[in-house]
Each structure stands twice: as C-alpha cells, then as structure tokens.
C-alpha cells in the first residue's frame, strides 16, 4: 500500500489574506476565508534551502501517520497541514492559528494589549509580571511544567525533537490546560531531518562539555531534556539568564529541583528524560495551593522586560556546481560498456595506462530529464530512466578513470557501475544544489559496493571517517548493490554544508519498506564534491 498523498494547495487559491506577523524565516498571513489557518511564507533566501520530502512528512504526520498522537499533535502545536505551492515550487505552509487561550491581555508601557502569551513574559521578576498584570503562581509554574513535559514526551514517541526549545517558540494559558503550545514547528526535527538548518536560540543553546570543542548534536531527545531543565530554573527564578538551579531559591524545591539539577548535566546520558518528570510535578501541583491571587495595581516604573532574539542560520554561498565526470541515469548496460570495453583492451593489447593509442575521452554529459508537472492533489513522481538505443557506441576509456582496476585484487563490480541516480518529486533537477549532489552521491553509491569501503568517504576536513562513520557505512553496505539511489531532499547543515537525503534501493527491493534512507553531509575535495558523514540508515519506502 502506497503512502498517503502529501496535503497541498496552489497559492492562488487561499484567497485575500492579511499580514499578522514576521520571524527570521518568513511572513505568516491570515487567510480571510478560513479563519482557523494561517499561511507561513518562507522568505525568498530560504525557499531552495526548504527540503521538500521532509517538509511533506511534517505534513503527512498531521494527517493522520501519527495515528492516536494525530489530534494530540495538532492540539499541542502550531503544527504544517498542507504545502503551498506557487508555479509548482513550495513556498510555505499552513497551520492552525493559535486558539484564543494562548493570548493574553497585557499592560503595557505604551497601552493595555492582547498579545501571544510568550513565555518570555513569565521569565521576569515579580515586580515585572505585577506591573503586567500577570497573576502567576506556585501551581501555575508548575502546571505549565507538567504539561510542556508531557508535550515533549508525546513528540519524542512520534520521532520529534523540539530543538529550538526556547521562550520564543512557546506559549502559556492562563485560563486552560493544557498550558502549553509550540510555535514554529517546521524548526522542529523528525527522525533525525530538519525542513531548515537548526539553530539555536541565545541563551538557550546546549554547552560545550569540558575538553570538547563542539557541541553536541542539536534537536535530539538529550537536547531537549537540557532544555527543559533549563526552563524549570529560569520559570521559578524570574530570569532568562540563570543556568543554576539554586537561583530559584525555595520556590524550586525536593524532588523538582533534583530533576532540574540533573537535567542540565552535561553529560546528555545523565539527563531524565521529560516523562520522567511528569509524576513528580503531578505530586507537587498537588501540595500547591489551588487560587491564584488578584494582582496588585502596578508599579511605577516597571522593569523592561528582556526578550530573546532568535537566530537564524546564516547565509550560505555556495560554489558552482563541478563538472560531471560520470554519466549518470544511463541504466545497467551504459554502466558496464566501460568494463567490458577494457577488458577487451587488456587482452588484445590495446589500452594502456595512459588511455591507449590516438583514443579520445569526450565526456557524455547528463541528458535532460522531463519532470512531470505538479498536481495539487496527489503529487506525480517522474520518471527518469532512459531507454537505450542500438546499436550503442561505446564510450572511449582510461584507466586512470577507474584506478580501483589497477589495484592487486580488483573487484569489478557490474552492479556499482549500474547504480541510477535519480530525483525526486518536489525537487528541481536543474538547480546549482541539486546537480552539485549528483555526483557525490554516484561515487558513494558505488563505494558501497567495493572492497575499500572507506574511499567513499571524504573525510570532515580532510581526516579519516570514525569508527561511528565507518559502522554506519557498513551497515548500509550489508543490504547489498543498490539498483537505484533517489535524492529526496538537499538542504543546508548547521556548519553550512551541503546535506542530502537519499533513499537507496537495492535490486529486487519491493515497494513498500525495502529501502534505506540517510543524509549524506557534503565536502569540498580536490576532485569537486565528496561524502564526509552519514546518518544511521533508517529503512524507507521505496515509493
């Protein structure tokens, strides 16, 4: 059975719509003829960066892949229902608008105002939430606690992690439970994929451990755990700076302070994980008292509150794209003829180590591939093969083209050599990014088939894969030769590379879950462009 079609619409057709606010990242419009969505608009720098197949499994999840969790998602967040298309190329999304209760009346320095109940306000000093008006207290704190806990332990179970999980991209209600709801969830990650690069907010990012000097990986289970420690302190200390849970005071106490303690460790394994709290604050919201007192007039001179800003990925130029040195799509039989072609030369004399006598080496450059258009329904996935015509000519050949042919045990590998590369739905073949990945992404399909494994790894500045790497490598070799390798989706990492995620599918694969999927991390090497790391392959439908 296929997977369901992806929930999109063309742009044309959401009607008149209004500005309501602006982000990093884009614009988010109010739609006068459904009052219960908004359309988020991706600013134009970040329309390429936008990895399309992820941003359909965000969408597919909603609509029911996340089967009992679907209503709970959609209740809990802000979270992508359809794709908007604009001339076929993906533009935004939309998402539910935020329900009433996630607002709240405010006075401010310039007037009284409804706005989005941040919970950026909470993090400030009781003489800042007085002079607002904000009544907040013990059981409240707690209560929105609880539920953010259980939130998160309901978007883990589904393969989410928060990433970003800051006082920016979270709102409170006073009025009913839950108390919590995410905004900007396309930041999000979902199994290990992110729509756009991560970022983090300031202040809010995982420290680096001692004698490290990186972080850790951003948007995982250990990341959000840290984070969600770091909101306990900060919730019942009144700032957004605080990192030491005795900062709180008495207000952070027993078995709560102990959870918030262990959960800004450094070492990620130490932290519990946000379920594991959800019993211990259902124990203290029972001891704290039930009202909420009536707040005071306000003060004179209220503290300005201190906002965090959030931080977008910076712009990232890439180099143009590299000569192909390989024909590609070209079917099992184009693969071979080269093969077969220096095998004849070897045995009657007639190649040698410099590419015979008077050959030429024209390179076959990659044909066109017609997309099919887009439908805004179920979406059509083209076709790439190309059926060959004869007779064939058989392309001229060097061996310093295929130098693993020189080594003492050669292993010539007919089914390497056959292995297509082709793209996705929703992705530009024609594009700078696209045709840079192609390539790289040939060479590392075929290395899975070789002995020397490890040349098809680039190298993280120029140094050798890690045991980590060279396990994963491994593992994705153990499924076999692979018939076909698809680019579903090529965006920009957190350190500005280029990634790539790739469903490979091996010979007399089926069609539902035979495949494997991993992104592949792009290098700049001598030659053009090289594989650097890889994702744990994850099984994958092979529609």
């Known amino acids: 059975m296929a997977d369901p079609p992806v929930p999109q619409v063309s742009l044309s057709d959401l009607g008149p719509m209004s500005r309501i606010g602006s982000g990093g990242q884009g614009t988010?419009?109010?739609?006068?003829?459904?009052?219960?969505?908004?359309?988020?608009?991706?600013?134009?720098?970040?329309?390429?960066?936008?990895?399309?197949?992820?941003?359909?499994?965000?969408?597919?999840?909603?609509?029911?892949?996340?089967?009992?969790?679907?209503?709970?998602?959609?209740?809990?967040?802000?979270?992508?229902?359809?794709?908007?298309?604009?001339?076929?190329?993906?533009?935004?999304?939309?998402?539910?608008?935020?329900?009433?209760?996630?607002?709240?009346?405010?006075?401010?320095?310039?007037?009284?105002?409804?706005?989005?109940?941040?919970?950026?306000?909470?993090?400030?000093?009781?003489?800042?939430?007085?002079?607002?008006?904000?009544?907040?207290?013990?059981?409240?704190?707690?209560?929105?606690?609880?539920?953010?806990?259980?939130?998160?332990?309901?978007?883990?179970?589904?393969?989410?992690?928060?990433?970003?999980?800051?006082?920016?991209?979270?709102?409170?209600?006073?009025?009913?439970?839950?108390?919590?709801?995410?905004?900007?969830?396309?930041?999000?990650r979902l199994d290990g994929d992110s729509v756009l690069a991560q970022a983090e907010t300031p202040e809010w990012h995982v420290p680096v451990r001692e004698g490290e000097q990186e972080s850790e990986e951003l948007a995982t289970p250990a990341t959000d755990a840290y984070k969600f420690g770091l909101l306990a302190v900060r919730l019942f200390a009144g700032d957004q700076q605080v990192r030491d849970p005795a900062a709180a005071g008495t207000r952070l106490r027993g078995a709560v302070r102990d959870l918030a303690g262990r959960s800004l460790s450094a070492d990620p394994e130490e932290r519990p994980p946000p379920e594991r709290w959800i019993g211990v604050l259902d124990a203290a919201i029972a001891r704290a008292p039930a009202s909420v007192p009536a707040p005071p007039e306000p003060e004179p001179e209220p503290e300005p509150v201190r906002v965090a800003a959030p931080q977008t990925a910076p712009a990232v130029v890439f180099p143009a794209p590299v000569r192909q040195r390989r024909p590609v799509n070209r079917g099992w039989w184009w693969g071979f003829a080269p093969v077969l072609a220096i095998l004849v030369g070897v045995t009657f004399g007639l190649l040698d180590g410099n590419g015979g006598n008077g050959g030429s080496n024209t390179p076959v450059g990659n044909?066109?591939?017609?997309?099919?258009?887009?439908?805004?329904?179920?979406?059509?996935?083209?076709?790439?093969?190309?059926?060959?015509?004869?007779?064939?000519?058989?392309?001229?050949?060097?061996?310093?083209?295929?130098?693993?042919?020189?080594?003492?045990?050669?292993?010539?590998?007919?089914?390497?050599?056959?292995?297509?590369?082709?793209?996705?739905?929703?992705?530009?073949?024609?594009?700078?990014?696209?045709?840079?990945?192609?390539?790289?992404?040939?060479?590392?399909?075929?290395?899975?088939?070789?002995?020397?494994?490890?040349?098809?790894?680039?190298?993280?500045?120029?140094?050798?894969?890690?045991?980590?790497?060279?396990?994963?490598?491994?593992?994705?070799?153990?499924?076999?030769?692979?018939?076909?390798?698809?680019?579903?989706?090529?965006?920009?990492?957190?350190?500005?590379?280029?990634?790539?995620?790739?469903?490979?599918?091996?010979?007399?694969?089926?069609?539902?879950?035979?495949?494997?999927?991993?992104?592949?991390?792009?290098?700049?090497?001598a030659d053009g462009y090289g594989v650097s790391a890889l994702t744990a392959p994850a099984t994958a439908s092979c529609g």
């Open 367 to 525: 044909r066109p591939a017609a997309v099919a258009p887009y439908t805004y329904g179920p979406l059509t996935r083209p076709s790439y093969g190309i059926v060959p015509r004869l007779p064939v000519e058989l392309p001229s050949v060097r061996l310093s083209d295929y130098p693993w042919l020189r080594e003492p045990t050669p292993r010539i590998s007919v089914l390497c050599l056959a292995t297509d590369v082709e793209v996705g739905a929703g992705l530009n073949r024609n594009t700078a990014r696209v045709r840079q990945a192609i390539e790289p992404v040939q060479d590392f399909a075929c290395s899975l088939a070789r002995e020397d494994q490890e040349s098809g790894f680039s190298g993280r500045g120029g140094s050798a894969p890690d045991a980590t790497q060279r396990a994963r490598f491994a593992k994705l070799a153990s499924k076999g030769s692979f018939k076909t390798a698809r680019i579903i989706g090529v965006r920009t990492g957190p350190n500005g590379e280029t990634q790539v995620n790739v469903v490979f599918q091996p010979f007399g694969a089926g069609a539902r879950a035979d495949c494997w999927r991993s992104r592949l991390s792009l290098a700049k090497t």
């Open 28 to 188: 988010v419009f109010a739609l006068a003829e459904d009052p219960g969505l908004v359309y988020k608009e991706y600013a134009p720098r970040f329309v390429d960066d936008v990895d399309v197949a992820t941003l359909g499994r965000f969408v597919r999840l909603a609509s029911g892949d996340a089967g009992p969790d679907a209503a709970a998602l959609v209740h809990l967040a802000a979270w992508p229902t359809a794709i908007v298309r604009k001339g076929g190329v993906v533009r935004g999304f939309l998402m539910p608008r935020v329900p009433d209760q996630y607002t709240v009346r405010l006075r401010l320095p310039a007037g009284p105002a409804t706005v989005l109940a941040q919970v950026q306000y909470l993090l400030n000093s009781d003489r800042y939430l007085r002079s607002c008006g904000l009544a907040l207290d013990e059981r409240l704190r707690l209560e929105l606690l609880r539920d953010t806990g259980e939130a998160l332990a309901t978007f883990h179970r589904l393969g989410i992690c928060v990433g970003d999980l800051s006082p920016n991209n979270l709102l409170f209600s006073l009025t009913e439970r839950p108390r919590c709801y995410f905004l900007d969830c396309d930041a999000m």
